[in-house]
């Protein structure tokens, strides 16, 4: 049988305490306190986060995993749309001030936690509206209103630098409109080479990436993505699974570094997620819960989906994370 | 040989499925707190500690098609109107 320095031409180390998780990994050593061999591996899952104080769909998402945003939703029928705001951070969701304008589906992913945009959505009778307004971190003020009505929208970049782009008006029909925020005004600007409502973002308005969606009516999806850089659309490599009104980063990822997760396929919801690094589409850790129409947040390594459905609501929370630890290591 | 064991349980929140839990078993949630477990020692012990009660797949599956159904019901009674500017009819779902 092989030793160990036949095959990496080292002998194993002795240390008498372990080294970071960061530092060891990939390294095997042996600890003279324990008596253990160990090492460091990267793993990667998503864990259970404290609920939703109110269970919701269509909820609209931004942040990071530990500053995250949860604005509006749907729970019915009945009809019962939510204007509800909370925060997450990083433990427990807590109860802030409600949307000025009651709505559900709107723009999701577009800026941090203390300075969120939601443009347009539905209204309680369910009919696209323009409306725009910005949360501070405390409370909502409307905005310059959208040039074009419409729900189910997807949002890149910040409170002063953001985009939107697809959206539904009405619902199952898709646009391609697109329109810049730069904290005072939105600006229309040339259509989007795809019509489709409900895809994922990642990264700031002028380097980001959109994938999947639904280009027709439910229950289509695509497996198409794209990428922004500057005002140029190009397409780009396909994801493994179609699906739409998954779990996204926005402004919390980046077009190297983007992810998705679950979402409503053809005909039923998916736990997969994916992860993208500019170039392709790879599977990663599934989420416990299938679901579609949650919002999500965060980073490709520190990720947070919440919330979602069917139309009932979810109050479930789900963090992500990709991180070494240290493992003892056994015959078993 | 048997793959998965299933149960019933509430997701109370942070700690309820560890990152570490989800390397030890396999775990999908679904309509109902219907749980669909990895069968091995570490599952069974996780949905004991979570004050789970462990089902059939018979029980489990029913407990799900429940819930789908009066999804499907709520859905089929609203308006054609209504539906377009949801998300869709809730499918089917079979436990694994």
New interface residues.
């Given amino acids: 049988m092989s030793t160990y320095k036949e095959i990496f031409g080292k002998y194993v180390r002795s240390v008498g305490s372990d080294p970071s998780a960061a530092v060891g990994e990939g390294e095997i050593w042996y600890n003279t306190s324990s008596n253990t061999f160990k090492s460091s591996v990267r ?1 990667a ?7 939703l104080n109110t269970a919701r ?1 269509y909820i609209a998402g931004g942040g990071t995993q530990n500053a995250a945003l949860g604005v509006g939703g749907y729970v ?2 009945p ?1 019962g749309v939510r204007g509800n705001t909370e925060e997450y951070n990083g ?2 969701w807590s109860e802030q001030a409600d949307l000025g304008t009651t709505r559900y589906s709107t723009s999701r992913g577009l800026g941090t936690q203390t300075a969120f945009i939601a443009a347009g959505g ?1 209204n309680p009778s ?1 009919n696209p509206v323009t409306n725009s307004e910005l949360y501070n971190g405390s409370s909502w003020t409307a905005t310059n209103a959208l040039n074009t009505a419409r729900s189910y929208l997807s949002g890149f970049g910040t409170s002063t630098a953001g985009l939107v782009v697809g959206g539904a008006n ?3 029909s898709a646009v391609n409109n697109s329109e810049s925020f730069d904290g005072t005004n939105w600006t229309a600007n040339p259509a989007t080479p795809f019509t489709v409502k409900n895809g994922a973002t990642a990264g700031p308005a002028t380097a980001g990436v959109f994938a999947g969606g639904a280009p027709g ?3 289509t999806s695509t497996t198409a993505s794209y990428e922004i850089n500057s005002t140029t659309w190009t397409t780009g490599n396909s994801l493994n699974v179609g699906r739409n ?1 998954s779990g996204f980063g926005g402004q919390g990822a980046t077009q190297t570094a983007a992810w998705l997760a679950g979402g ?1 396929g053809t ?2 919801t998916t ?1 997969a997620t994916e992860h993208y690094d500019g170039t392709s589409w790879t599977t990663a ?1 599934v989420i ?3 679901r ?2 949650m919002g999500g947040a965060g980073t490709q390594s520190l990720g947070l989906i919440f919330g979602g ?4 609501g979810l109050a ?2 789900e963090e992500y ?1 990709d991180v070494a630890a240290v493992k003892t290591l056994t015959t078993s | 040989m048997e793959l998965f064991m299933y149960g019933t349980a509430t997701n109370t929140g942070k700690g309820f499925f560890t990152h570490q839990d989800r390397q030890d078993f396999f775990l999908g949630g679904y309509p109902g707190d219907v749980w669909v477990i990895g069968k091995n020692e570490k599952g069974a012990v996780w949905l004991a500690l979570k004050n789970g009660v462990e089902k059939t797949k018979t029980e489990a599956q029913a407990i799900v098609d429940t819930e789908v159904t009066a999804a499907q019901t709520a859905w089929d009674l609203m308006s054609v109107e209504e539906q377009n500017k949801r998300s869709g009819r809730p499918g089917p779902i079979t436990l694994p």
């Fill in positions: 793993v899952a998503w864990s259970s986060g404290n609920n769909s019915g029928p009809s433990t427990s539905n369910a009405p619902r199952p009516g439910p229950p009104s409503l005909p039923s736990t850790a416990a819960t299938a579609g129409s459905g069917p139309d009932t479930a929370t994370s």
